[in-house]
């Protein structure tokens, strides 16, 4: 579906991608992390097409997105965490730009923006930034289209809006879709981001499905630091410490994303080989 190979990108003289591979399949919703500035957001407008590549090949359902061809834009949906919305109604939002989808489904969109207690007669600049966010994700959603970004999509929504995203989103992915969605707030991505993608330093790091990383690694508390082995990874807790181990006992066992990607960032050769030993 979504096939990066030997890609480089730089701003300027600035190189930012060297060599990037990525191999993305359809029936997931993909959790892009990095850290601030490791190119999450660049990454996905490269995908849609709004930048192009400087070498190698990035191909979506087989095709270019930089040729911008209207039949493959029509396939994406971006949304973007910096993003303007014009002074018109929803309705009127919805004349103009859903023709562009051919799956767009308005039964659908009205679902969803109830689900969001969304009023869809209202001009959207007179939304709040979180409303309007609400609104574009509905939209979003309802074009079906074979690939959707979302970059940062729960900053900005309140408590319950991060619920109702995740139920949406889960209800929304098929086998037909792959949705990738950069996000620090992994907190709120919980059950529903899978397999993790991590870039650093120009390139993806790690691409493993949360059951391979579950296999490989035990995420546990304790109140003192076992000291043999030495845990890959160890961060203070309350009255002890949350540590990942290499899972020797090959059970499943259940992943703090956010506790994972501290552990790819300060351990990655360990974290690798538990990986590569337990996951293959
Ligand atoms: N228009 C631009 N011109 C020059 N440099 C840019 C531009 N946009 C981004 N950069 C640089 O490219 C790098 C990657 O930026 P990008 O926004 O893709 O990172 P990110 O992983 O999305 O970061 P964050 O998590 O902070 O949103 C950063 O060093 C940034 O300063």
Redo the contacts with the bound molecule.
């Keep these: 579906m979504i096939r990066i190979s030997g890609m480089d990108f730089g701003?300027?003289k600035?190189h930012?991608f060297r060599g990037l591979n990525l191999n993305l399949k359809p029936g997931n919703i993909y959790g892009l992390l990095?850290?601030?500035?490791?190119?999450?957001?660049?990454?996905l407008?490269i995908m849609s097409g709004l930048l192009f590549p400087e070498a190698g090949e990035v191909l979506l359902l087989g095709r270019e997105p930089a040729k911008r061809s209207p039949s493959l834009l029509a396939e994406i949906f971006f949304l973007a965490?910096d993003f303007h919305v014009n002074a018109l109604t929803g309705e009127a939002y919805e004349l103009l730009y859903a023709p562009f989808y051919e799956r767009f489904d308005h039964h659908q969109f009205l679902s969803y923006l109830e689900e969001f207690d969304i009023p869809g007669n209202r001009k959207l600049t007179t939304f709040s930034y979180g409303q309007r966010k609400k609104f574009l994700l509905s939209f979003g959603l309802a074009c079906n289209t074979s690939i959707l970004f979302l970059?940062?999509p729960t900053n900005g929504l309140d408590i319950p809006s991060k619920n109702q995203f995740r139920r949406v989103l889960a209800s929304a992915v098929d086998e037909t879709k792959t949705i990738i969605i950069?996000t620090?707030q992994v907190r709120d991505m919980g059950h529903l981001i899978d397999p993790i993608v991590i870039?650093d330093s120009g390139s993806i790091i790690l691409n493993r499905t949360i059951a391979e990383i579950g296999r490989s690694l035990l995420m546990r508390y304790v109140r003192a630091l076992p000291s043999d082995p030495v845990p890959i990874y160890s961060d203070q807790a309350l009255g002890g410490y949350i540590v990942v181990e290499e899972n020797k006992s090959g059970e499943e066992g259940s992943v703090d994303i956010e506790v994972f990607f501290n552990a790819v960032m300060t351990a990655r050769e360990r974290v690798e080989a538990a990986l590569q030993r337990r996951a293959g």
Aim: aromatic share 4%.
């Design positions: 701003y300027g600035n930012l990095g850290k601030n500035g490791a190119g999450k957001t660049t990454l407008q965490e970059d940062e950069s620090h870039v």
